[in-house]
């Protein structure tokens, strides 16, 4: 079967993000870019499922500007097997993504769309449900095991109070948490053999997809911020600063 | 018109976070109906008729809904956005895992995880982990919202709405409940509780939380950890605070051997004090901290422990 993987490139997870001066947005100039830490998870768990011979092709997908080039390279080091970039310079919301992801799969049929669970820059978590809906497929959010077998996947998830399984008919959608798996790095002559895999070029015209943007950003701002505090030189006087300071305990 | 809030509990009770949700839609404006999708349920619809500014209740009952499915969730909701201008539920991983699919039903862009309503189509969300505030002004004729509980207060108990009973489609669905694994624990949970202890990968084992555990037991507070304590398999994924974990807001957050990386701040940095210890002074967590203590936690842990008593 083939899997579907959506991977966004988004500000590198180190970087702590400054807010402009004009409230218009956050400063990207000059700032690390990377995959987007739970795209990472999906593309290595469509791998192992590969090498365990569940998966046949996997095919990552990115909607975004020309450098999310760099981004699908790096997937395909992994060890995807070929990439397509839905070019655009516009912030796309996940609705948009989702309904261009839609028309990617009436393309490609995949039988599972791995996804990361949120992006980390907008922490929408969002896309992958939306995908499910708008393709009438079940899902499986925030994957923490994932197993297929006999036409279904049954997906261990990350719930608030501990875990829950759930079994998706197949074909299905699944998030990734964090804990689903370690991604791999590339190796040399897998990044040297990446370069010959191929990346479709794409447009939002080719699939016909509309991506002006729902939300309309009014502005952004820093939060307020935390002073940082004091330091107190024994257990005893931070329980005396808790109990008659602070009033806390 | 109204506005609609999706009750969460575990058919036995109404979960706080509903409340804080509750809040949050009456500064929309409208009359707020709760949906109560449950099994066995009464009892949660019942107080979900006492909440305050809530005038009606819609009782769902069906088998499907003792553990229901994002998929039977969204079957259900949907159908009746007709009669809504707005739908809410908490943005905990029940709220997260549901809402997104009835927004794409709508075809609607779903505003995720509100922390402010500045008017009834203006929203302030945090992104990039918390380090920025985004207002947004939504031009969707509906609304899908769901909302961080911890920004919201959380309504109290002065109501009597009328109850409605609605019947639920029973599908066919195309995803089934199978098990849960739930963490158990006498503590209050982690996003209730109004003390916090969390501990992190310098506790160094899952042994060593029982550290922490005592502290918890006598300050009535609940346990977190940070994502590599987590990781390293110390405690269970649901201890997790941070941006991809539990947000806290207690009056009282004490972070143990954690280094006070972006994710984790972005789940606690709002909690009214916070306190540090950790050995390291240059760690990241003590530029938030009102109160640090540089010590091996190993010997301030214990010494913390006796002088609670
Ligand atoms: C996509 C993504 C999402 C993430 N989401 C989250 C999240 O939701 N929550 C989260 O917490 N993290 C999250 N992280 C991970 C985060 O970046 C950090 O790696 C993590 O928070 C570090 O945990 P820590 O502070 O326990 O460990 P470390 O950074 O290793 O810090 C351990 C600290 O313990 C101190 N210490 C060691 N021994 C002792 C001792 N004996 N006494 C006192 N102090 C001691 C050390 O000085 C150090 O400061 C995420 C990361 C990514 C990429
Ligand atoms: N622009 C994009 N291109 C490809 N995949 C995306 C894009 N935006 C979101 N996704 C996918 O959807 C997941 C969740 O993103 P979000 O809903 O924005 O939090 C990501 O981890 C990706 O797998």
Redesign the pocket.
Known sequence: MKIL????RVVDYNVKVRVKPDQSGVDLANVKMSM?P??EI?VEEAIRLKEKGVATEIIV????PTQ?QETIRTALAMGADRGILIQTDDL?E?LG?AKA?KAVVAEESPELVI?????ID???????QMLAALLDWPQGTFASEVAIADGAASVTREIDGGLQTVKLQLPAIV?TDLRLNEPRYASLPNIMKAKRKPIDMKTPADYGVDFAPRLQVVKVTEPKKREAGIKVESVAQLVDKLKNEAGVI | MAVLVFAEHDNQELNDATRAVVTAAAALGGDIHVLVAGSGAQGVADAAAKLDGVTKVIHAEADVFAKPTAEALDALITPMMGDYDAVLAAATTTGKNFMPRIAAHLDVMQISEIIEVVSPDTFVRPVYAGNALMTVKSSDAKKVITVRPTNFAKAGDGGSAAQDNMAASSGPFKSEYVSEEMSKSDRPELTAAKIVISGGRGMQSGDNFHLLDSIADKLGAAVGASRAAVDAGFVPNDYQVGQTGKIVAPDLYIAVGISGAIQHLAGMKDSKVIVAINKDEEAPIFQVADYGLVADLFVALPELDAALG
């Open positions: 993987v959506p991977i966004k987007n739970f795209c999906a997908v990115s909607v975004g999310a796309v996940p993504v992801l996804l990361g669970k949120q992006a907008d922490d929408s978590n969002q896309t992958g998030t």
